[in-house]
């Protein structure tokens, strides 16, 4: 099958250490970190990536008060990623442009806010917001992002857990590849640390990181890791057909060259590294390309003690031994875990490699556990590469969702 | 409550759900969606407030008597005494 090519044209992007991908690649190569502490409602000051984006560059008050944190990050998203692309939007036909955002999940931050509000009136229903349902419908962030730019293409959000934003990036490529519309906004976006739920949920599995240093926290792949640093964030790109692309002399990131999305079907929470070899493998059959071409691997892992393991022993499977010009890296590792944001987001952080040729580190490790010892990791500082023409990235969630995009440096 | 006190309520509230428009020179005798930015979810929005702020409900078939300041001071400024007066 003769598939369109499907390019990256466009990266709006905000992260905890950054609100631009320059900002942020900046933040990636001098090692610095974005968490610090928040003060969670019921339990107190908490490690978490916080972004600091100035919502009101694209949005009135009153859509901000109306609206909702993730359709903020949506929309600052959305107009920085179409921003970059160069296209003229104004005349762009807007029912020709999809939205596809992934999400982990939706609702409960405003949920929450609500019966936090009517416990104030001896939680008497009538003082319920009236804004709860449009708040929380799971379409939220895409709809926002449609209102606010005038976009009646299909805008919609994909529930893929923290696999979610790459699930964006796919979806949208086989949307261009349908013709279903000529330009694709397209990510992943999280709003999670405005909810205690999130917090208190990891805390009860034992997977929720602390430590004294903030910027020290969120350690994949050291010893003394002890869980996730929760992050809000969110990246989106504008994805192009090729052809489209090239007409309007568009600069390209990127392209996608082949993606693996597949499910563990064997536990709520835990990983499955069987499956995820296996969808890194979809991946590379998709693309068409060996191990051995794969030149970044950027993991999902979150620091948990046995989710960096498995995730390690399923890209061992995968890669062996045998792939002396792959580096591997971790991005959660400077900015916690932006859930539905994260594969986006550290997508973003690796793209620039391709102009650069210097894979971000893994920071953070000061007493590698052996058992993540993979050959390739970019530890503490980054590494020259000779050549970078393909990203491997993995994102992986709960119930068992795997997802595996590659992007290709671009060669006409 | 003076029915200008009752207005000047009003206007707080508003300020709070529209914070984007200018409160300075609202005419009093015109209908506020006629001047302002404001949608049915605005209104409902006043009434929640009112509700909040000031304990004061507004039943369904009266929304109509929120459409301008003047008529909000007509309609609410009893509403207001009456409360005032059981404390």
């Known amino acids: 099958m003769n598939l369109p090519r499907i390019v990256i044209t466009g990266v709006g992007l905000t992260a905890p250490n950054g609100n631009s991908l320059p900002e942020f690649r900046k933040c990636l190569l001098e090692g610095v970190a974005g968490i610090g502490w928040l003060d969670v409602r019921y339990m107190g000051k908490l490690l978490a990536g916080v972004c600091h984006f100035d919502a009101l560059r ?136 405005h909810t205690f739920g999130i917090f208190a949920g990891f805390k009860s599995q034992g997977a929720l990181a602390t430590h004294d240093v903030p910027a020290k926290a969120s350690r994949p792949f050291d010893r003394a890791r002890n869980g996730i640093v929760v992050s809000e964030g969110g990246c989106l790109y504008t994805l192009e057909r090729l052809d489209d692309a090239k007409a309007r002399g568009a600069r390209i990131y990127g392209e996608i060259a082949g993606y693996g999305v597949n499910s563990d079907a064997s536990d709520y929470v835990l990983p499955n590294p069987v499956r995820q070899a296996e969808c890194i493998r979809k991946s590379l059959q998709n693309a068409g390309l060996a191990p051995s071409a794969i030149h970044i691997v950027n993991t999902h892992a979150t620091a948990t003690t046995l989710g960096d393991i498995q995730e390690c022993e399923a890209i061992r499977a995968v890669f062996g031994e045998g792939c002396p010009d792959t580096y591997i890296n971790n991005t959660k590792s400077f900015i916690g875990h932006c859930m539905g944001a994260a594969g986006a987001l550290e997508l973003a952080g690796n793209l620039p490699s391709f102009d650069d040729l210097v894979v971000h580190p893994t920071i953070n490790v000061d007493d590698l556990d052996p058992a993540c010892a993979l050959p390739g990791l970019v530890l503490n500082a980054p590494a020259k590469a000779g050549r970078v023409d393909t990203i491997l990235n993995n994102s992986f969630g709960m119930l068992g969702i795997n997802s595996t995009l590659i992007v290709k440096r671009f060669v006409a | 409550m003076t029915n200008e006190e009752c207005k000047k309520a009003v206007l707080d509230i508003i300020a709070d759900i529209a914070p984007d428009e200018d409160l300075s020179n609202v005419k009093p005798d015109v209908r506020l969606r006629d001047q302002l930015q404001l949608d049915s979810m605005d209104f409902l929005d006043i009434v929640m407030e009112l509700r909040k702020r000031h304990g004061i409900e507004v039943p369904e078939a009266d929304y109509m008597r929120l459409a301008s300041l003047d008529s909000c001071a007509e309609y609410l400024t009893p509403k207001f005494n009456a409360l005032a007066a059981k404390s």
């Open chain 1, 58 to 193: 694209h949005q009135k008050k009153k859509e901000v008060r109306v609206g909702t944190r993730a359709g903020s990050i949506s929309i600052w998203c959305a107009h920085e990623a179409i921003a970059d692309s160069g296209l003229l939007f104004e005349t762009f036909p807007k029912d020709r442009v999809g939205i596809y955002i992934g999400c982990t999940e939706h609702g409960n931050v405003e949920t929450e806010n609500e019966i936090y509000a009517i416990s104030k009136f001896n939680y008497d229903t009538k003082y319920w917001s009236h804004y709860h349902n449009p708040r929380t419908v799971a379409n939220n962030p895409a709809g926002e992002a449609s209102l606010n730019l005038g976009i009646t293409g299909p805008a919609y959000t994909i529930g893929a857990a923290c696999a979610a934003g790459n699930l964006g990036l796919i979806h949208a490529s086989q949307m261009l590849r349908l013709g279903e519309v000529d330009l694709a906004v397209c990510g992943g976006v999280s709003e999670s640390i």
